[in-house]
């Protein structure tokens, strides 16, 4: 299968990209495209122009920033996966970077395509969720920042402007030490079922609705001193995941108490 | 667009429609055919080659991604014909019946490649999971995973003999 037609055109800088994105109608960024390609060849997405930002070296590194961590958008999975400060500073990021997909899609994917993909059953939009981060975007009129919390808005929609991109994901030093990432697959490079991301008392969850959510009934469960288990009853309270292929409803619900409860059993071993 | 690509070392130019993806200018424009298209949706591996030395799926990548960057492919590995002439992880695959049909060779071999590249000395386990991304539809995983031990312990030992025959020299 080949996508249908359209222009590619590279961008040698942030603002060549902004520019190129705002002369067109239906343009798209592609990043590591290992998102929007297939979708483009199934039909899904149609764009008549692509704008390739995938050699902004500017936009790809990863650096301490006294309170928070900074993570150029364009990073990849593997760089994520592999960097020494992220496994010492943050590393339920690195950690969960390491299980996407597989090797080759971690040599191409970036955590910047995947949050602006917005797809609720991969791994980093709930990753980023957990740990509170902040995305900082530009567009044609200038640069903002959106709180994780408010940026997935629903189905494959996010918060992003037309000819907004994300150029980095700014990360706070966890203030509790304990981490997990759970995710339970068919096959190794399988999309999660349901995943579940946790840092301290935060808890959040892939694939159990439109959007990665918090697991807000669980977090209060913790905040009020409830014990793991007693918390991860709580893990699908108030929520609607969808039934299909690879999983009922029931099930992901079920699933999602007994990965919420190992992710903070496990958490609780790292503090 | 006009597409150029260092191909195992050769440039390999052409123009190609924008829509090209990776695997096909390598089959149809370089005229390399080892890198197989298997299912087309990055599950496969079957069409791995590396692209300034990572492994990467070259169906979901645009040739002009890779414009102005070096591929190496399975035909780019032996220095010559014959068994001697293989790269060590092919000869390996050939001792350790590393293959049955044949078809997901090439990807296997080049994820292993891309693996032996970024840890020399790898644990079964991390063989299997580097191979996580490649699916032997003859379901030959054992000795896939044996012959990239192979070749792993074969390139060790090689360094190992070069660096004796430094020392004593």
Redesign the interface.
Known sequence: MIPVTFTYQRASSVDEALDLASRGEETKFLAGGHSLLPLMKLRLAVPETLIDIGRLRELSYIRDDGSHLAVGALTSYHDVATSDLLARKLPLLAHAASQVGDPQVRHCGTIGGSLAHGDSAADLPAVVLALDATLVVRGPSGSREIAAGDFFRGLFETALEDGELITEIRIPKPAAPGWSFQKFTKRAIDWAIVGVAVQGGNVALVNMGQTPLRATAVEQALASGAAPGDAAAHAADGLTPSSDFSASRGYREHLARVLVGRALTESLTRN | ?KVTVTVNGSQVEAEV?????LV?FLREQAGLTATNVGC????C?AC?VL?DG????SC???A??A?GRAVQTMEGLANGDGPDAMHPVQRAFRAEHGLQCGFCTPGMVM?AV??LAENSSPTEDEVR??L???LCRCTGYHNIVRAVLAAASETQSAKAGAAAAERQA
């Open positions: 667009m429609p924008d829509r090209t993806l096909h087309d949706t990055s599950s591996g791995t692209l990572q492994s990467v799926k979901t990548l645009l002009a991604q414009d994820a891309s693996l999971s580097a996580e991304g490649n």
